[in-house]
């Protein structure tokens, strides 16, 4: 039962954190843990090249390696049997596979749960634009987010123009640019924009939560 748990564990760390869809299975007697009595595998699926790629592994190993090394208990007769062991394991690779399920060509696509940021806010300024009116504007919409427990960043460096800017929190794949110029603030809106398939919202600024 423990390896299922586990195997089942992995599965939803790859499914609700990052987004990886995930098929279960048994690996063949040729491809099970040396040694062990079975081994269960987490499977994902690489769209970009058709193969699937192991993400995770759990394995019964049964009472062989006790045997082996003499790992014993004594149980409620006070009769010494042999450990059962299990091993699983979950590596870094499921970083790379996040990366292979979600990227494109502009960078990374970060799922929201493992996103450090879930937004980015980026003003949109123009040459007869108060930059003062526009900045407070963000910082206001910031304020409530940041209240709300949603980790975003304001990005009001002034160096660099908001074409810049986009290309700079895609590459990084935050999973949500949030865009205010003069236009929005006259009708108390923003835009949205997501990262992953790059649809844009108009959404009043109380309603920015919902």
């Given at each position: 039962k423990l390896v299922f748990d586990i195997l089942d564990l992995y599965r939803r760390w790859y499914e609700e954190y990052l987004a990886v869809p995930i098929i279960k299975g048994l690996k063949s007697e040729g491809e099970k843990f040396a040694g062990g009595n079975f081994t269960s595998t987490a499977e994902a699926f690489i769209s970009e090249n058709g193969r699937a790629i192991q993400a995770?592994?759990?394995?019964?190993?049964?009472?062989?390696?006790?045997?082996?090394?003499?790992?014993?208990?004594?149980?409620?007769?006070?009769?010494?049997?042999?450990?059962?062991?299990?091993?699983?394991?979950?590596?870094?690779?499921?970083?790379?596979?996040?990366?292979?399920?979600?990227?494109?060509?502009?960078?990374?696509?970060?799922?929201?749960?493992?996103?450090?940021?879930?937004?980015?806010?980026?003003?949109?300024?123009?040459?007869?634009?108060?930059?003062?009116?526009?900045?407070?504007?963000?910082?206001?919409?910031?304020?409530?987010?940041?209240?709300?427990?949603?980790?975003?960043?304001?990005?009001?460096?002034?160096?660099?123009?908001?074409?810049?800017?986009?290309?700079?929190?895609?590459?990084r794949g935050i999973p949500i640019r949030i865009e205010v110029g003069p236009k929005d603030i006259q009708n108390n809106s923003c835009v949205f924009v997501r990262r992953d398939n790059n649809e844009k919202v108009n959404v009043k600024k109380e309603s920015v939560l919902l």
């Open positions: 995770a592994t759990s394995h019964y190993l049964g009472t062989n390696f006790a045997k082996m090394f003499k790992i014993e208990f004594e149980d409620e007769n006070e009769v010494k049997q042999y450990v059962h062991q299990t091993s699983w394991g979950c590596t870094t690779r499921s970083i790379g596979i996040m990366i292979m399920t979600h990227g494109d060509d502009k960078g990374l696509v970060l799922p929201p749960n493992v996103s450090k940021y879930k937004a980015v806010i980026v003003p949109i300024l123009y040459k007869n634009t108060d930059e003062n009116v526009v900045y407070s504007y963000c910082k206001d919409i910031e304020k409530i987010l940041k209240n709300a427990q949603i980790n975003c960043i304001f990005d009001d460096r002034s160096l660099y123009s908001p074409g810049y800017k986009f290309n700079h929190w895609e590459l």
